[in-house]
Structures are given as C-alpha cells and as structure tokens.
C-alpha cells in the first residue's frame, strides 16, 4: 500500500464544475504540498499546510490531521485548469523530503 | 531571482555513457533536492542536501548514480554508466530552512538513454 493515495486517478469536468480531489496519507506528517504540474511538464507549489485551511483565488485546500486526510477544491473550473495534480507529504518532523502521491489528472472541457 | 535553474533542458545519450545533469538552486536557500519521474513510479527522491551536505541518499538506485553539491549555488547529478531504465525527468529543487518549507522545483531535465 502506498503511503499517500489520491482519488481520483483521472477527472474529466465541465466547465464551471466545482472540482474536488482528494489525498489520504498513512503515516505521520509535519505538513502537506500541494502541486501543479502542466502538460508542459513543469512543477508549481499551490499550497502547502500543517493544519486547516488555505485559499488562494479559486483554489481551496483543506487538511485534517486527526483523519489523515487532504483536500484540494476548484470552485468554477476553467479549462486551464487541466493539469495533473500531486499531493505530497512530509513524513516525521525531523525530514525534509516530500513522499508524492502518484497524482491525479484533470480534463476540464470547454 | 530566476527560480532554480537545470541544464541540460533534454538529454539523449547512447547506454554505457555518462550523464552529468546541473542544478543552480535560489540564492538563500539552503536545501537542495534531486527527483526522478516516470511513467511507472512517478515522482521519488534521490536525495537531498542541507548546507551542501547530502542528508538522505536512500533513494539513489545504485552506485551508478552519484549526486555532488560543492557550493551553495551548484549541484550535480551524474549517471555512469546509463542504461535505458534511467531514462527520465529529473528535477532539481530548492527550499529556505523557514517553517513552511515550501518548495520550488527547476523546469526538470529530460533524459533519454538510447
């Protein structure tokens, strides 16, 4: 089993959809990553928490610590929101690195 | 600042020989962090570096791959010899030693090995 698990794999969406994706994690962390990554290939950090709630323009992420579980919102989705979108934890406090999820891939259509 | 910076942007080389990938990570920041992507296994750590010093190398496959950071602004991930199974995107990224630890990844390196 893998430590960290997204659902779901592949979302297909209308535009204007609200959008949910969803990360769940089995071990202790220290903090949850939110990513980005375009058709392009490039990496961009969307958010990254310890604990509740963080917004930036039309994307909302939420963690629970208790659950173990994250996640990530797109309120009226755009198409150029299509991108794969990866979860990433820091696992115990004394590491740096991030362990990734295997991401989940989003289509919104026009 | 320019963000993290790797070269070469693509690779293509023969098996059997070396590969060299460069990483300049953002000037301050003092972790550095080297990642592999592909298909079957995603995004993994190789290794990472705090201060220059490499602090987790569990990651590397094997004794073909070695990783150097010999200044703050520097750091090099070399395969020798590279086979077909080491052909990737690698990613070099930075982050400050501040509390939320943010990330920022380089634009990657793509590697083929022929």
């Known amino acids: 089993k893998n430590e960290v698990e997204q659902s779901p794999q592949n979302l297909t969406a209308q535009e204007g959809e609200f959008i949910t994706i969803n990360c769940s994690y089995s071990v202790g962390i220290s903090a949850l990553h939110w990513l980005q990554q375009h058709p392009g290939g490039g990496i961009v950090s969307l958010f990254m928490?310890?604990?509740g709630k963080k917004k930036h323009g039309r994307l909302i992420a939420t963690i629970n610590i208790q659950e173990k579980h994250s996640s990530l919102h797109i309120t009226a989705s755009h198409p150029r929101d299509s991108a794969v979108y990866i979860c990433a934890v820091f696992m115990d406090m004394g590491r740096r690195a991030l362990t990734f999820g295997s991401g989940t891939r989003l289509q919104v259509q026009p | 600042d320019a963000g993290v910076i790797q070269s070469p942007r693509h690779e293509v080389t023969e098996m059997g020989q070396e590969v060299t990938l460069r990483c300049k990570p953002i000037?301050?920041?003092?972790?550095l962090f080297w990642y592999r992507q592909t298909m079957m296994r995603g995004l993994e750590l190789l290794i990472y570096f705090n201060n220059n010093v490499p602090i987790d190398d569990s990651g590397m496959p094997e004794d073909r791959f070695s990783a150097k950071m010999p200044n703050a602004s520097f750091s090099t991930l070399k395969i020798q010899p590279s086979e077909p199974r080491d052909s990737a995107v690698y990613f070099c990224?930075?982050?400050?030693?501040?509390?939320?630890?943010?990330?920022?990844f380089g634009p990657g390196t793509r590697l083929t090995v022929l």
């Open positions: 000037s301050g920041h003092d972790y």
């Open positions: 928490l310890s604990s």
């Open positions: 990224a930075s982050t400050g030693g501040g509390r939320h630890n943010e990330q920022f």
